[in-house]
T-cell receptor, first 113, second 115 residues
Framework: DAKTTQPTSMDCAEGRAANLPCNHS???????VYWYRQIHSQGPQYIIH???NNETNEMASLIITEDRKSSTLILPHATLRDTAVYYC??????????????FGKGTKLSVIP | DAGVIQSPRHEVTEMGQEVTLRCKPI?????LFWYRQTMMRGLELLIY????????DSGMPEDRFSAKMPNASFSTLKIQPSEPRDSAVYFC?????????????FGAGSRLTVL
């Protein structure tokens, strides 16, 4: 799997956009970028994933650079409930062993009132 | 759907006792995963099943751990005998076959404390 690098922690003011970066410079052409988050005392929650095009859903937007070596998860209007650890994971979508997601340490996002 | 259901939510036991954790995946999901989370090691994949068959158990720490999936709607993770270092939160997750690949739905977890 491609290795990912995320900042240990970040703060964001409530109501502002939260931009969480992830570096994955060794990503392969068939590897997707996945984002999950884990709110305290809960199981991880899937947020979004993408291959090379920018993606948006009801939770967030995912911006992947043209060279695919980095990406940014954007929470457009952060709320206190978005305080969580955010994990960036790179993995092939299909094929042998594709389901073995490896969670790193992630970024601890604190949304400040 | 009620999501992935795990039981018990909390378990406190003494060293040497047998512990059984249970999981009911989302109906129709062909893949089931067991993860363990500790402060020191983070989230670790222990084992996963496809269509009730164990595919990869390389993450199972030692022979004291065993997992079964007797049918599509039920899985167990058993620790016998338990040790204090097994204290952790154990998560179960499920996902359908592609196109849901890697979009896992996790349960709320079972917090195990071994005294």
């Amino acid at each position: 799997d491609a290795k990912t690098t995320q900042p240990t922690s970040m703060d964001c003011a409530e109501g502002r956009a939260a931009n969480l970066p992830c570096n994955h410079s060794t990503i392969s052409g068939n590897e997707y970028v996945y984002w999950y988050r884990q709110i305290h005392s809960q199981g991880p929650q899937y947020i979004i994933h993408g291959l090379k095009n920018n993606e948006t859903n009801e939770m967030a937007s995912l911006i992947i650079t043209e060279d695919r070596k980095s990406s940014t998860l954007i929470l457009p209007h952060a709320t206190l409930r978005d305080t969580a650890v955010y994990y960036c994971i790179v993995r092939v979508a299909h094929g042998a062993g594709s389901y073995q997601l490896t969670f790193g340490k992630g970024t601890k996002l604190s949304v400040i009132p | 759907d009620a999501g992935v259901i795990q039981s018990p939510r909390h378990e406190v036991t003494e060293m040497g006792q047998e512990v059984t954790l249970r999981c009911k995946p989302i109906s129709g999901h062909d893949y089931l995963f067991w993860y363990r989370q500790t402060m020191m090691r983070g989230l670790e994949l222990l084992i996963y099943f496809n269509n009730n068959v164990p595919i990869d158990d390389s993450g199972m720490p030692e022979d004291r751990f065993s997992a079964k999936m007797p049918n599509a709607s039920f899985s167990t993770l058993k620790i016998q005998p338990s040790e204090p270092r097994d204290s952790a939160v154990y998560f179960c997750a499920s996902t359908p076959s592609p196109p849901g690949a890697n979009v896992l739905t996790f349960g709320a977890g079972s917090r195990l404390t071994v005294l």
